[in-house]
Antibody, heavy 118, light 106 residues
Framework: QVQLVQSGSEVKGPGASLKVSCKAS????????IHWVRQAPGQGLEWMGVIDPNGDRTNFAQKFQGRITMTTDTSTSTVFMELSSLRSDDTALYFC???????????WGQGTLVIVSS | DIQMTQSPSAMSASVGDRVTITCRAS??????LAWFQQTPGKVPKRLIY???SLQTGVPSRFSGSGSGTEFTLTISSLQPEDFATYYCLQHGSYPYTFGRGTKLEI
């Protein structure tokens, strides 16, 4: 059974950095890219970026360029998403997801709530 | 970046209605489009991939069509569990982009 288990909720101050983890299980970790998608309260889905664990190639949405990093730890099948210089409008539910494209079932983490507040 | 214009942003319908939601891409994306459904408090769920392929396990009342810049999601006969928010996602080129969503209400 494929599972993506994310780290817990966080409260951060403006200007701080955030690191969310997404631990994968139930499949060969390097076979699938992992996407990060966020959803601000009451708002729509926003694609943030993707990492290919087989080589760590990344692509990011333009609005996050310069303050987002995605990394993997193949020894623990975990993907990390770091976002720096947090602002109040970064308050959102952050999801990792697999198989957003192509055939096969899409799998999502449970979401990590991040609140940015002074 | 490719912009996805999704319409309508919200609509009211009744059980049994036929409903169509549209996404237009700002440039051609071939058939690189997926549709997702999200109910309150739940993670999104993909319904359609490659513009018109039904995800395994998704009821056949859902269908997708289109290619290039114009795409539609059709629900042939609305069921109570279909009242949700629907999103398109283009993956023709990076960065991927979601439409702004369509909230389907009773």
């Amino acid at each position: 059974q494929v599972q993506l288990v994310q780290s817990g909720s966080e409260v951060k101050g403006p200007g701080a950095s955030l690191k969310v983890s997404c631990k994968a299980s139930g499949y060969t970790f390097t076979d699938y890219s992992i996407h990060w998608v966020r959803q601000a309260p009451g708002q729509g889905l926003e694609w943030m970026g993707v990492i290919d664990p087989n080589g760590d190639r990344t692509n990011f949405a333009q609005k996050f360029q310069g303050r987002i990093t995605m990394t993997t730890d193949t020894s623990t099948s975990t993907v990390f998403m770091e976002l720096s210089s947090l602002r109040s409008d970064d308050t959102a539910l952050y999801f990792c997801a697999r198989t957003l494209t192509g055939s096969g079932t899409d799998w999502w983490g449970q979401g990590t709530l991040v609140i940015v507040s002074s | 970046d490719i912009q996805m214009t999704q319409s309508p942003s919200a609509m009211s319908a009744s059980v049994g209605d036929r409903v169509t939601i549209t996404c237009r891409a700002s440039q051609g994306i071939s058939n690189s489009l997926a549709w997702f459904q999200q109910t309150p408090g739940k993670v999104p769920k993909r319904l359609i991939y490659a513009a018109s392929s039904l995800q395994t396990g998704v009821p056949s009342r859902f269908s997708g069509s289109g290619s290039g810049t114009e795409f539609t999601l059709t629900i042939s006969s609305l069921q109570p569990e279909d009242f949700a928010t629907y999103y398109c996602l283009q993956h023709g080129s990076y960065p991927y982009t979601f439409g702004r969503g369509t909230k389907l209400e009773i």
